[in-house]
């Protein structure tokens, strides 16, 4: 593959990275706003929260499998675009729990199958050189930091209604962006339930699982509840939507030189590091009492996110049996943003309106630092394991 080829063709990779992303800053955090307006409390919105990526995970298998069957995966991609842009302005009209909590999964559920169908044709395209990925990965998170202050701009100005408006539009514009787009026909079969059959019984493979339980219950108090909790603290939407910006600049720093730091610090360190710092951001939003101050506990989530996603997957990856690197990393994924998230939003929801939003992140920040200390621990027993074996050698 030429490098003229392989920049032809990625442009509209990079283009539906944008515009994907963009879309998701549009409406995803704006939704717990929106669920509150409709009258639902904060356990109400957290066990919405919480199902959607219980559905994510379930509908994956069911999209890979229908795609690994009919080979049609540009025509799935294309049927889940349109499916969920449909879906995202039928919630719009919702006004009760029940409607809402339909719909929302039928949107998880036509969401699921459209960021594995663009990431495996990215890497197909990429072939040996997949170590750029990241560089193409960076424009979902333009895309993402761009939208944000934009779109809470236009919702300070019009209401929530706009939110959903224009995530249907960007959503419109990727869908265009796949005429121009190979999309690979590789296998798709999500490994998830596999994996989990395969490798309870590895005890490295279960301290890493459960550590990236509990990152992933802590990301989820961030990504589902930092709105509710900016609006608590009287920020405006344009405010909310900058907070995103911030965390964007920091993010896309740390997916550029992640390699380096990889090789620097090495993939436990980086976790470690990745996993304190969330503790201590989630401990600050706890203490917060002014708007400005969470825009620069913002600038954390590069390394409280970025670092430890790219430093779980090369630690998946390294961990892994022979031939089993896809299901380790769909386990990966489907621990941290599907039972930890799930997890993390209905727990947070319910902490968070029986006892406020700064009590629910201290006890985040308590939860995650729980999982630094099993880290530890077990690098702590694992050495003395080794050395044991070596010396009665």
């Known amino acids: ?34 669920y509150r307006q409709q009258g639902l409390d904060e356990t109400q919105i957290g066990l919405l929260a919480g199902m959607q990526p219980l559905m994510t995970l379930a509908a994956a298998s069911l999209w890979g499998g229908l795609a690994d069957a009919t080979r049609q995966h540009r025509l799935i991609l294309r049927v889940a675009l349109v499916g969920v842009i449909i879906l995202a302005l039928a919630l719009s009209t919702m006004r009760n729990l029940g409607g809402l909590a339909m719909v929302a999964l039928a949107y998880a559920f036509f969401m699921a199958p459209i960021i594995p169908l663009v990431d495996n044709s990215v890497l197909e395209l990429l072939g040996d050189r997949s170590e750029r990925y990241g560089r193409i990965r960076l424009w ?11 779109v809470g701009r236009l919702v300070d100005w019009g209401g929530l209604g706009y939110s959903f408006s224009i995530f249907a539009l960007l959503q419109l514009g990727g869908l265009l962006t796949t005429f121009g787009m190979p999309v690979a026909q590789s296998s798709l ?5 596999a994996g989990l059959r395969m490798l309870t019984t590895n005890r490295r493979w279960l301290i890493f699982i459960a550590v990236m339980f509990v990152g992933g219950m802590g990301s989820a ?23 995103l910006s911030v965390a964007t600049l920091s993010e896309v720093a740390v997916f550029f030189f992640a390699e380096k730091l990889l090789t620097r610090w090495g993939t436990v360190r980086v976790l470690a590091v990745s996993l304190v710092a969330l503790a201590l951001r989630l401990l600050a939003y706890s203490v917060i009492q002014s708007v400005g101050w969470v825009l620069v506990v913002q600038l954390t989530h590069g390394l409280t996110f970025s670092a430890m996603w790219v430093a779980s997957v090369a630690h998946a990856k390294k961990l892994a049996p022979a031939g089993m690197g896809a299901t380790a990393q769909g386990l990966l994924t489907g621990v941290y943003f599907g039972v930890g998230g799930a997890a993390g939003a209905s727990i947070g929801g ?15 920040g308590v939860w995650v630092l729980l999982g630094v200390g099993i880290l530890t621990l077990s690098r702590l027993i694992s050495g003395r394991v080794r050395v044991g074996t070596t010396t009665s050698s």
């Open 350 to 364: 319910y902490l968070y309106q029986t006892v406020g939003p700064f009590m629910m992140y201290r006890w985040a």
């Open 1 to 34: 593959m030429n490098s003229f080829t392989s920049l032809t063709e990625l442009l509209p990779a990079k283009a539906f990275y944008f515009l994907y992303f963009a879309a998701g800053a549009a409406l995803a955090p704006f939704l717990v706003l929106f």
């Open 189 to 193: 079969g999500n490994n998830f339930w």
């Open 221 to 243: 108090t961030v990504h589902n509840f930092l709105f509710l909790y900016l609006e608590d603290l009287s920020a405006s939407r344009w405010i909310m939507g900058l907070s």
């Open 140 to 150: 979902g998170a333009v895309g993402w930091g761009l939208a944000g202050p934009l």
